[in-house]
């Protein structure tokens, strides 16, 4: 069974600093992964979609990128900004059917100090 | 565009009884899900559909029912709560790619979230 591990749980920072979140997932056969983000008491918004076949995305500030023969993304945040603040989830697909096999983290609480 | 709308934001139901989470999407969206966020744990897939008259169970599916009669509603229904169903749930929609969707693509869009304590 998939599983998917975000470390840490929360992380703070001072504004303008660049920072990393990691993921991990166990099984390397996936057909996309997912960053989202989810403000309190909000639903989840997709940031950055890399599929299977690709290395990196990047969207403004932020890039996401994939080593699946490793089981690991990141999600790179340039210049923080204390906007930024929310939880990062990422979730991994398995079919290539669709959304049904998709396998989320627990998600890193990032908090950006002003 | 109103994108994915789910009602009520917060309930508060007693052991025993029934409700129903209401979810509807105008991006003609072929499939969608239903999720549950509890502490700790991620997000798991309750009950999904890949286009009208269509639904299948996710990781999660006990103690709910679904049903999609039209593409655009897809509502969660517990048919008797308990306080195990206490949870934030939330609904989403993507285009799918088993009628035709963009492969690789299926960016989800989610609801705002609905708050269910059971007592």
């Known amino acids: 069974k998939q599983e998917v591990t975000q470390i840490p749980a929360a992380l703070s920072v001072p504004e303008g600093e660049n920072l990393v979140l990691n993921c991990s997932f166990t099984d390397s056969a996936i057909y996309n992964l997912q960053w989202f983000r989810q403000d309190p008491g909000k639903g989840l918004t997709s940031l950055l979609l890399i599929q299977s076949s690709q290395r990196e995305q990047t969207s403004g500030r932020l890039n996401a990128s994939l080593d699946k023969s490793s089981g690991r993304s990141t999600l790179y945040i340039a210049a923080s900004q204390p906007g930024d603040s929310a939880t990062y989830l990422c979730?991994?697909?398995?079919?290539?059917?669709?959304?049904?096999?998709?396998?989320f983290g627990t998600g890193t609480r990032l908090t950006i100090i002003p | 565009n109103a994108g994915v709308t789910q009602t009520p934001k917060f309930q508060v139901l007693k052991t025993g009884q029934s409700m129903t989470l209401q979810c509807a999407q105008d991006?003609?969206?072929?499939?969608m899900s239903w999720y549950r966020q509890d502490p700790g744990m991620g997000l798991r897939l309750i009950h999904y559909?890949?286009?009208?008259?269509?639904?299948d169970q996710g990781e999660v599916p006990n103690g709910y029912n679904v049903s999609r009669s039209t593409t655009e509603d897809f509502p969660l229904r517990l048919l008797s709560a308990a306080p195990s169903q206490t949870s934030v749930y939330f609904c989403a929609s993507s285009y799918s790619t088993r009628t035709g969707g963009v492969s690789g693509a299926n960016v989800l869009t989610f609801g705002a979230g609905s708050r269910l304590t059971v007592l």
């Open positions: 979730a991994v697909e398995e079919s290539s059917f669709g959304n049904e096999k998709l396998t």
């Open positions: 559909s890949v286009g009208a008259g269509i639904t």
């Open positions: 991006m003609n969206h072929e499939y």
